[in-house]
């Protein structure tokens, strides 16, 4: 009897303990004090000749939040911007990426940073925030929103795992690990 007891409170503490963990997490998730998650976080491969790739995920927030920006170690990339794909016909002049070599061709861009989607051109721009509804998600997806890197350092190689800082208005920062997959 006396050792059921022991090994009740031995389990029982081991539980307790288990559950003081960090909330800083390397599988790719991040949550806040104000209830602000992360999840799914993840960055496609890039060839050797890419200056660009893209990480995305799926952010929740039970009261609201907005993402306003993001940002990777130097040994990543030289800036991370939040940016959005776009039908081309609703860009306008002052939206326009110009053209520079830093596209991600894993989206079949071009110089102009528009891409072919069958019926209509596309193309990306850079935007302030990325509003979460509350007790909504938001997905940040090829073809949608997405945290775009700029002046890759080196290759992304499957299974490499990029640090990312996101800054929110209300849950401040979460840090995330995005994993590389060939997608």
Do not use: N
């Not at 929740?60 to 939040?65: F, I, K, L, T």
């Not at 079949?108 to 998600?137: F, L, R």
């Not at 795992?161 to 997608?183: C, K």
């Amino acid at each position: 009897m006396k050792k059921a007891i022991l090994l009740s409170v031995a389990v029982a503490g081991a539980i307790a303990i288990a559950g003081c963990g960090s909330d800083d997490s390397t599988d790719g998730t991040g949550s806040a004090s104000g209830g602000t998650t992360v999840t799914d976080v993840w960055t496609r491969v890039t060839t050797p000749t890419q200056t660009a790739g893209a990480v995305y995920m799926t952010i929740q927030s039970p009261d609201g939040d907005t993402l306003t920006g993001a940002s990777v170690p130097s040994s990543v990339a030289a800036e991370a911007q939040l940016h959005e794909t776009t039908d081309e016909g609703s860009m306008d002049s002052t939206d326009s990426m110009g053209s520079d070599d830093s596209m991600d061709s894993t989206d079949s861009m071009d110089e102009t940073h528009s891409m072919d989607s069958g019926d209509a051109m596309m193309g990306m721009k850079e935007v302030d925030q990325i509003d979460v509804p509350a007790g909504q998600s938001v997905a940040l997806e090829p073809g949608g929103y997405h945290i775009m890197l700029i002046d890759l350092a080196k290759p992304i190689e499957e299974g490499d795992t990029i640090p990312v800082t996101l800054d929110f208005e209300q849950a401040g920062e979460i840090e995330v690990d995005a994993t590389a997959r060939a997608e």
